[in-house]
């Protein structure tokens, strides 16, 4: 359909002065107010019309039958209808047929755009104000949208629209992972005395890598120890498994998840980080703590050779596998060696984790894909997670706390991916074509 809008406009200006930042804000705000709802209330007007038409004439193709099975309607009545957008608040009627057999109505523009029985806001602009909030509070985001963007919206009404949005729900991934990594790390939740819960709150994340190295957020859940989040990952509807797991060593995580992935890697910065710590508690000097922590990351510092698989001769690959099983070597040495020293606890830590440590060599030697040494990338992503749940707001619910997390590693893992989601969910298929043809005074 196509259809030609003319829009009368009536401008008063004063004489003798008048500065030109006061024009533009007069115009933006007439059609921001105005304008902009009322040219999108016409057009969902022409198109309901043509709708009914078709629909009451027969000329619908292919024709709605009613659950009776009957294809003949007639007009009803109209409705009023109000649609908050990013343009405003759209205000029209839409009509309501009624099958001529049994007497049940419909909307044909409620169909026709797809939209819910009850819906209220356009998916824009949810899209804007996940995206609003997950930078900011509620009450900041919604400022922002009233002073910047220009759309009224309550804190109240920002919170539950964002709180029922599909899009910080977790969908399994469609390419199969190399590598999976887990996190957790606390926030002040809301206490709740009646079932016990204080307000230490713990958040959980999960995400994976391709061997393409694309990054896909697996989802975040509050309140639910490891070994429940794989029950919901690998259930009979979602199964899938990573070929390495990397992980921090964080007590209860790599033996839930081993079960998701078929071999592990431990990060190594975080094992000569915390060697100092278990020698700590084994009332080892400083001096001595810093010399094993200085001797593990030696051991343990073993480079990929730059370049693809196949360009590494068959040499190199002889002396990288060489090396790996001369480090393990002297892992194993340097466990007894704290044995006899009196290091339980740092010989029992570093022999937990030395069959672990090398499997980003062997990954590369058999696929020649890059795994993930550290969880490095999985710190700074929950950096960006402590900002908002940490920094920005606290008191948060459980679920409130878990599916602003999913907003939040959607859009910073995979923005191709947020941005396909987001296309596909607002229908942005090129079928709506406008063009400003002139702008004259009559």
């Given at each position: 359909?196509?259809?030609?809008?003319?829009?009368?406009l009536?401008?008063?200006?004063?004489?003798?002065?008048?500065?030109?930042?006061?024009?533009?804000?007069?115009?933006?705000?007439?059609?921001?107010?105005?304008?902009?709802?009322?040219?999108?209330?016409?057009?969902?007007?022409?198109?309901?019309?043509?709708?009914?038409?078709?629909?009451?004439?027969?000329?619908?193709?292919?024709?709605?039958?009613?659950?009776?099975?009957?294809?003949?309607?007639?007009?009803?009545?109209?409705l009023?209808r109000?649609?908050?957008?990013?343009?405003?608040?759209v205000?029209?009627?839409?009509r309501?047929?009624?099958?001529?057999?049994?007497?049940?109505?419909?909307?044909?523009?409620?169909?026709?755009l797809?939209?819910?029985?009850?819906?209220?806001?356009?998916?824009?602009?949810?899209?804007?104000?996940?995206?609003?909030?997950?930078?900011?509070?509620?009450?900041?985001?919604?400022?922002?949208?009233a002073?910047?963007?220009?759309?009224?919206?309550?804190?109240?009404?920002?919170?539950?629209?964002?709180?029922?949005?599909?899009?910080?729900?977790?969908?399994?991934?469609?390419?199969?992972?190399?590598?999976?990594?887990?996190?957790?790390?606390?926030?002040?939740?809301?206490?709740?005395?009646a079932?016990?819960?204080?307000?230490?709150?713990?958040?959980?994340v999960?995400?994976?890598?391709?061997?393409?190295?694309?990054?896909?957020?697996?989802?975040?859940?509050?309140?639910?120890?490891?070994?429940?989040?794989?029950?919901?990952?690998?259930?009979?509807?979602?199964?899938?498994?990573?070929?390495?797991?990397?992980?921090?060593?964080?007590?209860?995580?790599?033996?839930?998840?081993?079960?998701?992935?078929?071999?592990?890697?431990?990060?190594?910065?975080?094992?000569?980080?915390?060697?100092?710590?278990?020698?700590?508690?084994?009332?080892?000097?400083?001096?001595?703590?810093?010399?094993?922590?200085h001797?593990?990351?030696?051991?343990?510092?073993?480079?990929?050779?730059?370049?693809?698989?196949?360009?590494?001769?068959?040499?190199?690959?002889?002396?990288?596998?060489q090396?790996?099983?001369?480090?393990?070597?002297?892992?194993?040495?340097?466990?007894?060696?704290?044995r006899?020293?009196?290091?339980?606890?740092?010989?029992?830590?570093?022999?937990?984790?030395?069959?672990?440590?090398?499997?980003?060599v062997?990954?590369?030697l058999?696929?020649?894909?890059?795994?993930?040494?550290?969880?490095?990338?999985?710190?700074?992503?929950?950096?960006?997670?402590?900002?908002?749940?940490?920094?920005?707001?606290?008191?948060?619910?459980?679920?409130?706390?878990?599916?602003?997390?999913?907003?939040?590693?959607?859009?910073?893992?995979?923005?191709?991916?947020?941005?396909?989601?987001?296309?596909?969910?607002?229908?942005?298929?090129?079928?709506?074509?406008?063009?400003?043809?002139?702008?004259?005074?009559?």
């Amino acid at each position: 359909m196509q259809q030609l809008i003319g829009l009368e406009l009536s401008a008063t200006t004063s004489e003798s002065r008048f500065t030109l930042d006061e024009l533009v804000l007069k115009v933006r705000e007439l059609f921001t107010e105005q304008g902009m709802a009322q040219v999108v209330a016409l057009i969902l007007h022409l198109v309901d019309e043509l709708q009914a038409v078709r629909h009451t004439t027969g000329q619908a193709q292919p024709a709605r039958a009613c659950a009776c099975g009957h294809t003949r309607y007639e007009i009803k009545d109209r409705l009023p209808r109000q649609l908050h957008t990013s343009v405003g608040t759209v205000e029209f009627r839409w009509r309501r047929l009624a099958c001529r057999q049994c007497a049940k109505t419909w909307c044909p523009l409620r169909e026709f755009l797809g939209l819910e029985a009850w819906q209220s806001k356009s998916g824009e602009l949810e899209r804007i104000a996940v995206e609003v909030v997950s930078e900011q509070s509620y009450r900041r985001g919604s400022r922002h949208l009233a002073v910047a963007g220009e759309i009224p919206v309550a804190k109240s009404t920002l919170h539950r629209w964002v709180a029922d949005s599909p899009a910080a729900e977790w969908t399994p991934p469609a390419d199969p992972l190399a590598t999976l990594m887990a996190d957790g790390t606390g926030y002040k939740r809301r206490p709740a005395p009646a079932q016990g819960q204080d307000h230490r709150g713990e958040l959980r994340v999960l995400v994976g890598r391709t061997a393409q190295g694309q990054w896909k957020a697996l989802g975040a859940w509050s309140g639910q120890s490891w070994a429940q989040i794989v029950e919901q990952v690998s259930g009979p509807a979602r199964e899938f498994h990573a070929d390495t797991l990397v992980s921090d060593g964080e007590n209860g995580l790599a033996q839930a998840l081993a079960r998701l992935a078929h071999a592990q890697q431990r990060c190594p910065w975080h094992l000569v980080r915390d060697l100092n710590i278990a020698l700590w508690k084994d009332q080892a000097p400083l001096t001595q703590r810093r010399e094993q922590q200085h001797q593990l990351n030696q051991l343990i510092g073993i480079e990929l050779p730059a370049g693809e698989l196949e360009q590494v001769k068959p040499q190199e690959r002889a002396a990288l596998r060489q090396r790996v099983q001369s480090a393990e070597q002297h892992l194993a040495d340097l466990v007894r060696t704290l044995r006899r020293q009196g290091y339980e606890r740092a010989a029992n830590y570093i022999a937990d984790a030395q069959g672990k440590l090398f499997r980003y060599v062997e990954f590369w030697l058999e696929t020649g894909v890059v795994c993930p040494r550290t969880t490095g990338w999985l710190e700074r992503m929950m950096r960006e997670l402590g900002r908002r749940l940490k920094k920005i707001a606290f008191g948060w619910s459980e679920r409130g706390a878990a599916r602003m997390a999913c907003v939040i590693l959607r859009r910073i893992t995979d923005t191709a991916e947020w941005d396909a989601y987001w296309r596909q969910r607002l229908g942005l298929n090129n079928n709506v074509q406008l063009s400003l043809r002139s702008v004259k005074a009559l």
